[in-house]
């Protein structure tokens, strides 16, 4: 994901995981699992930014997880050097 557009969630390239607790995960929700589904819109790509939204619906593939999660949101990575 270099450049502007939306970029499908499709493993084994992207999918998104969450995972409780961090560092030892006792449940994971992923993207790749069969339902999962995904979004990433990169509105804006420059040497030293990037931004966009996301949105996905995770499915339980670990652990004690349950059901499916729907997550989403917006990011702003770089900028900070």
Do not use: H, K
Not at 28 to 44: H, K, L, N, R
């Amino acid at each position: 994901m270099t450049a502007g557009g939306t970029y499908v969630l499709s493993g084994p390239t992207r999918t998104m995981i969450v995972a409780s607790p961090p560092g030892t995960p006792t449940a994971a929700w992923s993207s790749d699992a069969t339902g999962g589904s995904g979004t990433v819109e990169i509105t804006s790509a420059t040497a030293g930014r990037i931004m966009g939204t996301f949105t996905a619906t995770l499915i339980a593939v670990f652990g004690n997880a349950t059901g499916s999660m729907t997550v989403s949101g917006s990011f702003n990575l770089g900028g900070y050097f």
